[in-house]
């Protein structure tokens, strides 16, 4: 029997055992011990069931993620780059310094960050980069498909950069990520809460004429109690008429009232966050209901004090009120997580096994929105690599 894994989570330690302890199989005995000369690769299907601790199958099983916005995900050291090399200052000029610039004391922090270091991406060829190194980290976590959230305005208005230039560098980015990497992107086009009406006609406008290269919906993100999305209504009926879905950021920093109004003014297919639906009935079981999907992001969540900590996080009662729910980074990099890192947390923080893991993650592959054909291509994808992986297949857990 192999020893558990230490990782720490919340400021405790936890210990996540082996997979055979987990579910109680014996450790085969004839097994190779996995070293350089014994890849894992080489390795019998059951005994990688015997060597695999769950951290190891977290890791190693294929992801999706619908919630990750591409701004947020930028590598600390090329941020200090652009900034130095676009002659942006930041309030941070070290790794360290912009560690401590990522504690965030409220949401109106955070979105002030987010607005300098948006500043920093300042040139078309800047919004590749940043690109094409977010697709290497998704590929290097075995995330097989991304659904990236891209604040098109900010770019706009802060460098009066073209949407068409910007949309062809996501799109050269895309077809390299698809290619070299193997790993596929759809994005996001989102409206900043605090625009102006007109401004978010606009943006939606931008989305609509880009469906079918790459944009597959119409986000709505920032500061949510002060911004409901009513004065976009229009926005939103001419996304729906045009057949765009609209996965706006609700219930995260706002109560069950911003989740109504998505549903009702936005048409949500799914929502941005949603954990604190929990604290209307009648709105967890429209939501059940529906099976409206949820993307949900822990560790964001207790970084811009949605939650207190891990251990307080709703996720196991989403899932026990029969919720669809889906796990996702949000901005990785601000947060100092990545997917990965999430599933690690609450495997460990919830007592999460296998089993629960990988019907996670294959809630994000049929919540996606990827069209029908591109869906069952990708699910057969899925469930052909966990077969590889362990030896059986999941069709999702909520
Ligand atoms: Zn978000």
């Not at 759809?186 to 944009?215: F, K, N, Q, S, Y």
């Not at 409901?228 to 729906?240: G, N």
């Not at 999907?293 to 989403?318: F, I, K």
Request: hydrophobic share 40%.
């Amino acid at each position: 029997m192999g020893r558990g894994l230490l990782i720490r989570v919340g400021g405790r330690v936890a210990v996540i055992m082996p997979l055979s302890t987990l579910s109680g199989r014996a450790h085969a005995p004839q097994c190779e011990t996995v070293s350089p000369q014994v890849g894992w690769d080489s390795l019998s299907a059951s005994c990688r069931m015997a060597h695999m601790t769950l951290a190891d199958f977290a890791r190693r099983m294929p992801k999706a993620e619908l919630h990750v916005h591409l701004e947020g995900a930028v590598r600390p050291e090329t941020l200090l780059q652009l900034s130095r090399r676009n002659n942006i200052p930041l309030p941070a000029t070290t790794l360290e310094e912009l560690q401590s610039w990522y504690r965030f004391t409220d949401f109106a922090n955070f979105v002030d960050v987010y607005l300098t270091l948006s500043e920093c991406i300042h040139t078309i060829e800047d919004i590749e980069l940043i690109a094409r190194e977010f697709l290497k980290g998704q590929a290097a976590q075995n995330i097989l498909y991304s659904e990236v959230t891209y604040t098109a305005y900010t770019h706009y208005i802060q460098k009066g950069l073209v949407f068409e230039e910007q949309l062809a560098a996501l799109n050269r980015a895309r077809a390299w990520g698809e290619e070299a990497l193997g790993t596929q992107m759809r994005l996001i086009i989102d409206i900043p809460r605090e625009v102006p009406a007109d401004e978010g006609r606009m943006t939606t406008e931008w989305a609509i004429g880009a469906m079918g290269d790459g944009v597959v919906g119409l986000g709505l993100g920032g500061p949510e109690g002060e911004h409901p999305p009513e004065k976009f209504a229009e926005a939103f009926v001419m996304a729906q008429q045009a057949g765009l879905p609209c996965v706006p950021h609700a219930g995260e920093t706002a109560g069950p009232n911003s989740i109504w109004s998505a549903l009702r003014t936005c048409s949500a297919v799914r929502i941005g966050h949603g954990v604190r639906c929990l604290e209307d009935p009648a709105l967890v079981e429209e939501l059940r209901e529906r099976q409206i999907p949820l993307e949900v992001c822990p560790t964001s969540n207790v970084c811009l004090g949605v939650v207190a900590d891990l251990e307080s996080h709703p996720l196991p009662q989403l899932i026990a009120e029969g919720l669809r729910v889906t796990i996702n980074s949000d901005d990785p990099t601000l947060f100092d997580t990545t997917l990965t890192d999430e599933y690690l947390k609450i495997a460990a923080g919830f007592g999460f096994d296998r089993q629960d893991l990988q019907g996670l993650v294959m809630n994000a592959v049929h919540a996606s929105l990827l069209d029908p054909g591109e869906k069952a291509t990708m699910i057969e994808s899925f469930e052909s690599q966990l077969v590889t992986i362990h030896g059986t297949s999941s069709s999702g857990m909520a």
